[in-house]
């Protein structure tokens, strides 16, 4: 075939962003269809790529972390993701946090600029049937192209419910009572933190629990799965008093030092019992968004019962929550490990679409989709198993899971078909077993005549 056809992506997302950028990076002519602003997803909000539907961090930045070690490895491989999203930082003690308008927009200008790129926008409701395509239209593709796709697979999706959290006008947060500070005093002091004592923990709790919902159909609620990482506040508040104050309301390691030293046992008294805490959206800091606040309550109880948080009583809300279904393929069935699909290797896929969550995994994925299409248009061998941060992505989210919580989750995320059962049960961190998981994949790659490939040494 030549390659003088464009591959064509289909999809703007963090992973067809990545995807289009690594063709044209390899000297082919690429495509990029992305539907919006002529249709949009019920979580997106503007027309530029790449846009971060939720929260705007990528995770934590030590290499020993997962996403850590994900975005050292895709800066040496040339991510144009993860490239923009270190020039767009915004502070987020430890954690790659961006300037999220800023962010996306100039990714667009960047590929829109590429004179091997060209930008196309319109739904695509149909897999193209010739050519070298990557399918990286995410957890909420387009009605007509799902069904295409279901036709083409010969599968039902794979489900489950995703919820972004409000984000607020800093000015209206009440900086009197909310104080800046990082977690343990780690990188600078990023973070607004509203401090709660416990009888205002246990009236924000009680509003919460009572809250009225936004309606699922009821379809969907028959069939509700949450991400587990990603648990709508409401739902975590339902399962007992005190699961927020060990999860987003965490209070350890925070502390007002407008009260005292931390560490000065005079001061033990004035610890606060829970925490809100709130990341710089912009570099302004004009918008704040409520860390592990996403929810699915009606837009006005959220302002209601967020608004009893001690700083946030006069919070203006520039977007509220909203809960989403994502949908995904059985990726372990359909797909080998280059990212192609079985029964038609000249069709790729990346992202969401094919089951691993968050930004990060997104642009790996796009990443490692790109390049093979450029390499199958070159008449290259493809790459197999991928970058060794994914793999801790991977290993990092079962690790931290609850098995009870896998259904819809374990068997599709990632691209590995059948991890060994001695790496699935880790429960471990990952830093802590990166050796010993390698150690472990490497001899079930070699079970599998499956090439372990460090990608930042052979691409
Ligand atoms: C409500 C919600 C909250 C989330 N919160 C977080 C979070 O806080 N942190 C995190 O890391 N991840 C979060 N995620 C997951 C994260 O959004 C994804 O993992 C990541 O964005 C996936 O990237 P992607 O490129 O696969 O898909 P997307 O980024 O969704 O991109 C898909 C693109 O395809 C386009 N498209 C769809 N159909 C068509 C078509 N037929 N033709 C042309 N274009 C099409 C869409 O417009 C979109 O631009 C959340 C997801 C949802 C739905």
């Known amino acids: 075939m030549s390659y003088r056809q464009p591959v064509q992506v289909i999809g703007g997302g963090l992973a067809g962003t990545e995807a289009a950028w690594q063709?044209?990076?390899?000297?082919?002519?690429?495509?990029?269809?992305?539907?919006?602003?002529?249709?949009?997803?019920?979580?997106?909000?503007?027309?530029?790529?790449?846009?971060?539907?939720?929260?705007?961090?990528?995770?934590?930045?030590?290499?020993?972390?997962?996403?850590?070690?994900?975005?050292?490895?895709?800066?040496?491989?040339?991510?144009?993701?993860?490239?923009?999203?270190?020039?767009?930082?915004?502070?987020?003690?430890?954690?790659?946090?961006?300037?999220?308008?800023?962010?996306?927009?100039?990714?667009?200008?960047?590929?829109?600029?590429h004179p091997l790129i060209e930008l196309r926008r319109g739904e695509l409701r149909q897999i193209p049937r010739e050519g070298?395509?990557?399918?990286?239209?995410?957890?909420?593709?387009?009605?007509?192209?799902?069904e295409d796709l279901r036709r083409f697979t010969g599968q039902d999706y794979m489900s489950f419910f995703d919820a972004a959290s409000p984000i607020v006008v800093g000015d209206s947060i009440n900086q009197d009572i909310a104080f800046m500070a990082s977690r343990y005093d780690r990188g600078?002091?990023?973070?607004?933190?509203?401090?709660?004592?416990?009888?205002?923990?246990?009236?924000?709790?009680?509003?919460?629990?009572e809250a009225e919902q936004a309606e699922l159909k009821d379809f969907e609620r028959e069939t509700a799965k949450f991400f587990e990482a990603c648990l709508p506040i409401e739902e975590m508040a339902r399962r007992g008093e005190d699961t927020m104050r060990y999860g987003p309301m965490k209070p350890v390691g925070l502390f007002d030092s407008r009260l005292g030293a931390f560490d000065d046992?005079?001061?033990?008294?004035?610890?606060?019992?829970?925490?809100?805490?709130?990341?710089q959206e912009d570099k302004a800091g004009q918008l704040w968004n409520m860390v592990g606040f996403q929810t699915n309550l009606r837009w006005g109880e959220q302002k209601r019962v967020f608004r009893l948080i001690p700083g946030l009583e006069s919070a203006e809300f520039v977007r509220m929550g909203v809960m989403h279904r994502n949908t995904f393929i059985n990726s372990?069935?359909?797909?080998?490990?280059?990212?192609?699909?079985?029964?038609?290797?000249?069709?790729?896929?990346?992202?969401?679409?094919?089951?691993?969550?968050?930004?990060?995994?997104?642009?790996?994925?796009?990443?490692?989709?790109?390049?093979?299409?450029?390499?199958?248009?070159?008449?290259?061998?493809?790459?197999?198993?991928?970058?060794?941060?994914?793999?801790?992505?991977?290993?990092?989210?079962?690790?931290?899971?609850?098995?009870?919580?896998?259904?819809?989750?374990?068997?599709?995320?990632?691209?590995?078909?059948?991890?060994?059962?001695?790496?699935?049960?880790?429960?471990?961190?990952?830093?802590?077993?990166?050796?010993?998981?390698?150690?472990?994949?490497?001899?079930?790659?070699?079970?599998?005549?499956?090439q372990l490939h460090r990608l930042s040494a052979t691409a």
């Open 332 to 450: 372990p069935e359909l797909l080998n490990a280059s990212l192609q699909f079985v029964q038609r290797p000249t069709l790729l896929a990346a992202g969401q679409l094919v089951g691993t969550e968050g930004y990060t995994a997104a642009a790996a994925g796009g990443w490692l989709a790109g390049t093979n299409a450029a390499r199958v248009a070159l008449g290259l061998p493809p790459l197999t198993l991928p970058v060794t941060g994914m793999i801790g992505a991977l290993i990092d989210f079962i690790s931290s899971a609850e098995p009870k919580h896998f259904q819809p989750m374990p068997p599709n995320f990632g691209i590995i078909p059948a991890l060994p059962r001695r790496v699935r049960n880790k429960r471990e961190r990952y830093g802590q077993y990166r050796d010993r998981a390698f150690a472990d994949l490497q001899t079930w790659a070699a079970e599998h005549r499956l």
């Open 188 to 209: 600078e002091a990023a973070y607004l933190n509203c401090p709660l004592n416990r009888a205002q923990y246990l009236d924000f709790w009680q509003a919460l629990c």
């Open 265 to 279: 046992p005079a001061n033990r008294g004035k610890k606060p019992y829970a925490v809100v805490q709130l990341r």
């Open 132 to 146: 070298i395509v990557v399918l990286t239209t995410g957890p909420l593709t387009s009605a007509a192209l799902a």
């Open 23 to 113: 063709v044209a990076r390899a000297g082919v002519p690429v495509v990029l269809h992305e539907m919006r602003p002529t249709y949009t997803s019920p979580a997106h909000h503007s027309e530029h790529l790449a846009e971060l539907v939720c929260s705007n961090s990528f995770g934590a930045m030590a290499s020993d972390r997962a996403s850590g070690l994900l975005h050292e490895e895709l800066r040496q491989l040339g991510s144009v993701v993860i490239g923009k999203a270190d020039e767009h930082a915004v502070p987020a003690g430890g954690a790659l946090a961006v300037d999220r308008a800023v962010f996306s927009r100039d990714l667009t200008e960047t590929l829109a600029q």
